[in-house]
């Protein structure tokens, strides 16, 4: 079969030859570019009569499908595949297959080191020391013994949990699934109405769907208390990120850390978090580290060598 990797995955180029010569080995022919793009005729370009085609978050959209005259299985380098046009794989009945799993440490250990660098107000205090301030006036605050609101328990989400219990923090959650372990580990499951006004710390961890597109809703922002931060690492939409910028910048919130935006960076300079206070922005980097980007080429790899088995691994529902 003819296999194509559209994007980088960000892993040594002697890993990618152990894949390629791996594949390669049992006459499967692979192609790997190095760059990325964005542009839907070059992306039709690369996938050609390609019977496997691999991509990371880059957006895979519809008219690039439908050129896809061989594509059988699209191996998304990632754990969500909102940035794929499903609609039209499921029409020409295209497999996906993802990275689950990949980022779930990464991605937890984030979601502290914002709230971290919020109420510890390290922004502040970096620039203070690097132009002779003091720290008197950046007095910050603990995690331990304040109540952190998970929201979505699935991997990512119940590490998180994990890791604010580690800090002494009392943990709530809300899911569409309740799930027994998380409850073993001393999370209460609440509505969502109770876990913003309760939480002082609201973490997200949803996929980005119909159902959770603006789940943070102005109302709901708007019901947290005004001491509470909101972290969000999990995807842009499922907040309304004007509201919570209005929210920072009139004090009815004390601050945010966020990873993921409307659009993926750069960011355009008239977007309202860009100018909120009391923010720790980074650009969509949760996902990404050594160890993480080591851990999605072997799961994207198996995934392929899985579908030519006739075994199909962490197939995407359509």
């Known amino acids: ?42 992306l039709i370009r690369r996938t050609g009569d390609s019977d496997i085609a691999i991509i990371a978050n880059n957006p895979y959209p519809a008219q690039v499908v439908a050129a896809a005259s061989n594509l059988k299985m699209l191996d998304v380098a990632f754990t969500g595949i909102d940035h794929v046009a499903l609609d039209a794989c499921k029409e020409k009945g295209i497999m996906i297959c993802n990275a689950a799993g990949y980022s779930t440490q990464c991605v937890a250990e984030l979601a502290i080191g914002l709230t971290i660098a919020c109420l510890r107000k390290m922004p502040a205090c970096e620039t203070a020391t690097r132009n002779g301030g003091v720290g008197g006036p950046l007095r910050g605050r603990e995690i331990g013994g304040r109540t952190v609101g998970i929201v979505g328990t699935g991997a990512i989400g119940t590490m998180t949990a994990r890791l604010f219990q580690a800090f002494g923090a009392k943990v709530i959650a809300y899911s569409r ?22 939480s002082d710390i609201v973490s997200i961890h949803v996929p980005n769907n119909q159902e959770t597109k603006g789940l943070i809703s102005k109302e709901r922002i708007a019901a947290m208390k005004p001491s509470a931060l909101l972290i969000n690492v999990a995807r842009g939409a ?81």
């Open 238 to 318: 499922i907040v309304d990120n004007a509201a919570l910028a209005e929210a920072l910048n009139k004090s009815k919130l004390a601050g945010a850390g966020i990873d993921v935006f409307d659009m993926e960076p750069p960011i355009p300079e008239d977007y309202p978090l860009l100018h909120a206070k009391n923010t720790v922005l980074t650009p969509h980097v949760a996902f990404a580290t050594d160890e993480s980007m080591l851990r999605r080429a072997e799961i994207v790899f198996q995934n392929v060598e899985a579908y030519l088995a006739g075994n199909p691994e962490n197939v995407c529902k359509l």
């Open 1 to 42: 079969m003819k296999i194509t990797l559209l994007e980088p995955l960000g892993i040594p180029a002697e890993v990618l030859a152990r894949y390629q010569a791996g594949l390669e080995d049992k006459g499967h022919t692979f192609t790997a570019y190095s760059d990325k793009t964005t542009d839907p005729v070059e």
């Open 177 to 198: 699934t309740v799930r027994p372990e998380v409850e073993a580990m001393g999370v209460a499951y609440v509505s969502l109405e109770e876990l913003m006004a309760r």
